[in-house]
T-cell receptor, first 112, second 117 residues
Framework: QKEVEQDPGPLSVPEGAIVSLNCTYS??????FMWYRQYSRKGPELLMY????GNKEDGRFTAQVDKSSKYISLFIRDSQPSDSATYLC????????????FGKGTTLSVSS | GAVVSQHPSRVICKSGTSVKIECRSL??????MFWYRQFPKKSLMLMAT?????????EQGVEKDKFLINHASLTLSTLTVTSAHPEDSSFYIC?????????????FGPGTRLTVL
């Protein structure tokens, strides 16, 4: 079993839809959970980060972490065509400066 | 804040030549920098972790003599692909971490697309 599992999609939704992106993981030592957005041929851009369990909201984006289930989610409300990108979940342990473990990324396409 | 730049953004070279890629943290000091490689439609593959002033730590399967990493200052790390071959063609991305309590955040550069003919 890989450390981080993420369905690669592709996921296609109409504009305005609510999008749910998910990752599962196996290492209970993970404490920091991040979501990155990557446009084609560009570097990943940090969208959200969460420490331990709980929810975090930023505009149209909500990140959720359920450590008991080892499951994290990113919700996008009122999705826009500009949200079309690959979304990567990433996580790390408690030690600063350690490498992130990435999911494979989910490709999202929002049609107008 | 937290901007990371990479140079060049794209490079095409002949087989057998060496290519140097620079990664700079523009507005913060990066205690740790990471180098990743990404194939089309694939996730990021960590190649090595470098701390300023120390030798880089390479991931299993990554040839340290082929991918030379230098982290000479808190704002600059370089990756040199030595004697490049077509199979080294890929998208190379660096990231930088501030360390300390915010050390879990990594900020990525825009990537360098290397094509070896």
């Amino acid at each position: 079993q890989k450390e981080v599992e993420q369905d690669p999609g592709p996921l296609s939704v109409p504009e305005g839809a609510i999008v749910s992106l998910n990752c599962t993981y196996s290492n209970s030592a993970f404490q920091y959970f991040m979501w990155y957005r990557q446009y084609s041929r560009k570097g990943p851009e940090l969208l959200m980060y969460t420490y331990s369990s709980g929810n975090k909201e930023d505009g149209r984006f909500t990140a959720q972490v359920d450590k008991s289930s080892k499951y994290i989610s990113l919700f996008i409300r009122d999705s826009q065509p500009s949200d079309s990108a690959t979304y990567l979940c990433a996580m790390s342990g408690n030690q600063a400066g350690t490498a992130l473990i990435f999911g494979k990324g989910t490709t999202l396409s929002v049609s107008s | 804040g937290a901007v990371v730049s990479q140079h060049p953004s794209r490079v095409i070279c002949k087989s057998g030549t060496s290519v140097k890629i620079e990664c700079r943290s523009l507005d913060f000091q990066a205690t740790t920098m990471f180098w990743y490689r990404q194939f089309p439609k694939k996730s990021l593959m960590l190649m090595a972790t470098s701390n300023e002033g120390s030798k880089a730590t390479y991931e299993q399967g990554v040839e340290k003599d082929k991918f030379l990493i230098n982290h000479a200052s808190l704002t600059l790390s370089t990756l040199t692909v030595t004697s490049a071959h077509p199979e080294d063609s890929s998208f190379y991305i660096c990231s930088a971490s501030r360390g300390g309590r915010q050390g879990y955040e990594q900020f990525f550069g825009p990537g360098t697309r290397l094509t070896v003919l």
